[in-house]
């Protein structure tokens, strides 16, 4: 279908917006003919100046007014491109008109949505008409969830074929975190009962795959080797990704599981962790705790270039079945920010311009993009790598 645009990126003056712009002026192929969206012109323009200064020589994104507010402008987004980038956040707040035009239009849409409720309600309202339309849409194209849910499709590819396998991933990372992301994550935690009312809803609509069984298994180990640390589950949205995964690809075996960590070299650290997001979770359910919590950081504020340089991440990997054991490792710089507007902008060109198997509806990035999105990320500082392997 002839559509105005390749990308569009949705969001563009934003913190995360503005990056993922930045890293489609310096790195995709010249012939994208991509535009910048948003709602301000004058902001829009300043960030197209920006670009202009990286290359002078290569053509510069189109700009698109639309206002998440306005369905007409969001309709006509969605009808304009081939994929749409959304960086509009939080999404709970402002995301549903563009999935739902998307879906209506036949269109490719990936996000950075980390809102486990967002993305359970998306399925139940969208699914369907994306299936029948054929667009892909995609969530979590960022730190959620690619490195979860690639790696344990990359380490689940180390292992025998047609057997029971069990995968644990233990993240360690260095970061900050943006006003979208605080209100995002906020939002989230004062709604823990609608996040579970979404979950029942989509359950009761997807069930389950046909002979097999595919779980979350976060009962593990409070100490692990292999990311040499301390361990508390990670109860994100990363988990729910990667069984959702093994759910559509029979390469995950007829029982497969699937453990979630974050790692810490110190028990202090991982006690302070535990014991911060309870506190953070409490806060957010007392309104003016809440707001207080809010304003440490307004919409659009973001790390300094200083912290995005010296941000990194690792994700180790256990897997195990068929006799055979394998360590892996997923790697990359900056988590929320850097290496997430690569991953990103490289998911958008993986659907733009790759071959990939066909598929259509709310899928994940391990079953729309899979291998090609794995062979892409090196270009954005994520590296996969098999550290051992052993047979038993
Ligand atoms: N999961 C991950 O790995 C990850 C990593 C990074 C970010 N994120 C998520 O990405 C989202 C963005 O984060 P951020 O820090 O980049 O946020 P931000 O700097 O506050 O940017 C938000 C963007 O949304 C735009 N916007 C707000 N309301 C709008 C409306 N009604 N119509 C059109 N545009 C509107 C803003 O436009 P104006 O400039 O006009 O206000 C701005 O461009 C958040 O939900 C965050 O959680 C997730």
Known sequence: MERGHDIVLFGATGYTGALTAEYLATNAPRELRWALAGRDRDKLEAVRAELAEIDPDRPLPEILLADADDAPSIRNLAASARVVITTVGPYSEYGEPLVAACAAEGTDYVDLCGESAFVDRMYVRHHETAVRTGARLVHACGFDSIPHDLGALFTVEQLPEGVPLHVEGFVRAQGNVSGGTLHSAVGVLSDTAGTRAAARE???????????????????????????????????????????????????????????????????????????????????????????????????????????????????????????????????????????????????????QDDLPPTSGQVTTAVAMGEALIRRLPRAGVDFEVLRTVED
């Open 202 to 352: 989509r359950r009761a609509l997807e069930g389950e795959p046909e002979g097999r069984r595919v779980r979350v298994d976060s009962r593990g180990r409070p100490r692990t080797r292999l990311a040499r640390g301390w361990t508390v589950p990670l109860p994100t949205l990363d988990p729910q990704v990667v069984v959702r995964s093994a759910a559509a690809l029979e390469r995950y075996g007829p029982d497969f599981s699937y453990g979630h960590y974050a790692a810490f070299r110190k028990l202090s650290s991982a006690v302070g962790t535990v014991g911060g997001m309870a506190g953070v979770m409490a806060a957010a359910q007392v309104p003016p705790l809440r707001e207080r919590l809010l304003s440490l950081r307004p919409p659009g504020a973001g790390p300094t270039e200083e912290q995005l340089a010296n941000g990194w991440f690792t994700v180790h990997f256990a897997g195990s079945g068929g006799g055979r054991r394998v360590h892996t490792r997923v790697s990359g710089g900056e988590p929320g920010y850097g290496a997430t507007s690569g991953m990103l902008a490289e998911s958008a060109l993986c659907l733009w």
